[in-house]
């Protein structure tokens, strides 16, 4: 799974470009009927990249194999936010952060094979080193360089995970105590 939140609908495109830099160009894109996924600049991105695009039967959840895993990814959001205290509107930094951890863990699963959901699309042995040392929301202590002498450089924040298009390596989003 990869999560990208949208402003609006109409942002589809954008989040199958982004998908499409990070991950490759997938050879089948199945999703349900809903226009934004299947016509316009998002048809357009679809036959510019000879994606074979499939369109479920209308109110037929169970055709799209990833509703299984939005259900799953769902309830471990509803439990982390609910046993973190964590404001509502936080729900996406969390649903990321979820969907990256299932990526990078090996489930039970005959097609996986032992391995981790992003090694079988990657065939690279993922890197967990941007998570081991913090948890979703947990407390965290940051530098801030522009604060002036003789006040302390250290501020409190809150760790809402791992800013992948954001700097260099080990960049994290952070909501400040503020």
């Not at 600049?41 to 499939?54: F, L, N, S």
């Not at 649903?95 to 097609?111: C, Q």
């Not at 959901?117 to 967990?128: A, K, M, N, W």
């Amino acid at each position: 799974t990869k999560i990208f939140p949208l402003k609006k609908k109409s942002d589809a495109p954008d989040s199958l470009i982004q998908f499409m830099q990070d991950v490759g160009i997938p050879s089948h894109l199945h999703s349900d009927d809903a226009k934004e996924l299947t016509q316009g600049r998002m048809g357009e991105i679809i036959r510019k990249c000879w994606i074979k695009a499939t369109q479920s039967e209308p109110y037929s959840p169970w055709q799209v194999r990833a509703e299984l895993c939005n259900r799953e990814l769902k309830k471990a959001v509803r439990l982390h936010m609910s046993n973190t205290k964590a404001p509502g509107r936080l729900w996406d930094f969390c649903a990321m952060y979820h969907s990256e951890i299932r990526n990078l863990t090996a489930h039970p699963l005959f097609n996986l094979q032992g391995r981790t959901p992003y090694e079988l699309v990657t065939g690279q042995t993922p890197d967990i080193s941007e998570y081991i040392d913090y948890g979703w929301y947990d407390n965290v202590w940051y530098l801030d360089q522009e604060t002036p002498f003789p006040e302390d450089k250290r501020w409190l924040a809150k760790w809402l995970g791992v800013a992948h298009r954001v700097g260099q390596a080990l960049c994290y989003y952070l909501l400040p105590e503020s």
